[in-house]
């Protein structure tokens, strides 16, 4: 025998049951019934068109997810010398309640991507379990909000992996957070977190940027004179950030750095004179201040005779 009784079924709640037929009369007709020993369900006895019928009385609430059915045994006895009986199995299948929100494996996950990843690359699988069944086991994934992140990542509302959508640059933003949302098919929703680092590839070269030029010298110029100031930036982090400046030729100029690395990447240096100015012999020369790959230019023209030196800087 079956019968189905529903996770929402409270405390009291009662299942009809079959009842047992004894051809005999008197004391050896039926006399009573008997349940196996449980802690879910008890027995009692209703009237009815043939006389007495057992029924089911719900004790304590079900729980599909701990326990998806009760196997029963009723016995029916007579009342005869010796003693004869009946048996039955009754299975109570419990029937699904939408009980249980859905479960994420982690409340936060964490991920690292380099910068100017290709549209499409996978980010991030993320993951919830339902322990309900049918249509409330079914779980659908969304961002919880979509005003950058839906610029930023693609996600697929039923496996859960997030995908890049847009250019992902670490000078922009260097991490994400999102909140993607899973919900099952009763209504039911739990939340997960996912923080995304971005990490710095080197692809800006750094920039000059001339504060200060002397448009001529003498060649009698002192030493140590600053003849321009200019500054680096590289937008880059770290050593992709690092700028080094250097003169290449041989010519009586050095480059001091006016003071030390700042938070901003950027850096102020000075073109001094290093050694007195021998204007005739510097005549066509240039010098080279490398750092990397851009380039800018400073012209120094020695005024008696309008010699130049150009330094072109390279970074």
């Known amino acids: 025998w079956k019968q189905s009784g529903s996770e929402h079924a409270s405390p009291g709640s009662r299942f009809p049951l079959p009842s047992a037929r004894d051809p005999d009369v008197g004391m050896n007709s039926l006399q009573r019934y008997q349940l196996n020993p449980n802690s879910y369900f008890s027995l009692q006895m209703r009237g009815g068109t043939d006389g007495n019928a057992p029924e089911l009385i719900l004790e304590k609430p079900l729980d ?48 690292s991507l380099p910068e100017n990843l290709p549209s499409g690359t996978s980010v991030l699988k993320v993951t919830a379990i339902d322990q309900d069944e049918g249509i409330n086991a079914e779980i659908t994934y969304s961002f919880k909000t979509l005003r950058d992140i839906g610029n930023m990542f693609i996600l697929d509302h039923q496996s859960g992996e997030i995908k890049s959508k847009g250019p992902i640059d670490f000078e922009i933003s260097r991490s994400y957070t999102i909140n993607i949302e899973a919900k099952d098919g009763g209504g039911m929703a739990t939340e997960c977190k996912i923080i995304v680092e971005i990490l710095d590839e080197n692809d800006n070269a750094p920039e000059v940027i001339f504060t200060s030029v002397s448009s001529s010298i003498t060649e009698d110029t002192e030493h140590g004179m600053v003849i321009a100031l200019f500054k680096t930036h590289d937008k880059d982090s770290g050593e992709n950030g690092e700028v080094t400046c250097l003169i290449k030729e041989k010519v009586p100029f050095k480059i001091e750095s006016s003071c030390c690395c700042s938070p901003i990447r950027e850096r102020k240096t000075e073109i001094g004179l290093s050694s007195c100015l021998p204007c005739g012999r510097l005549k066509h020369k240039k010098a080279q201040i490398e750092t990397n790959h851009l380039r800018g230019c400073v012209e120094i023209v020695g ?12 970074v």
């Open 64 to 111: 599909r997810e701990h326990q998806s059915s009760h196997l029963l045994v009723l016995t029916a006895m007579d009342g005869g010398d010796p003693v004869q009986s009946g048996t039955i199995q009754i299975k109570i299948e419990v029937t699904d309640a939408n009980d249980n929100a859905p479960v994420f494996s982690q409340d936060v996950y964490k991920v």
């Open 303 to 314: 005024i008696e005779r309008w010699e130049k030196l150009v330094l072109t800087l390279v």
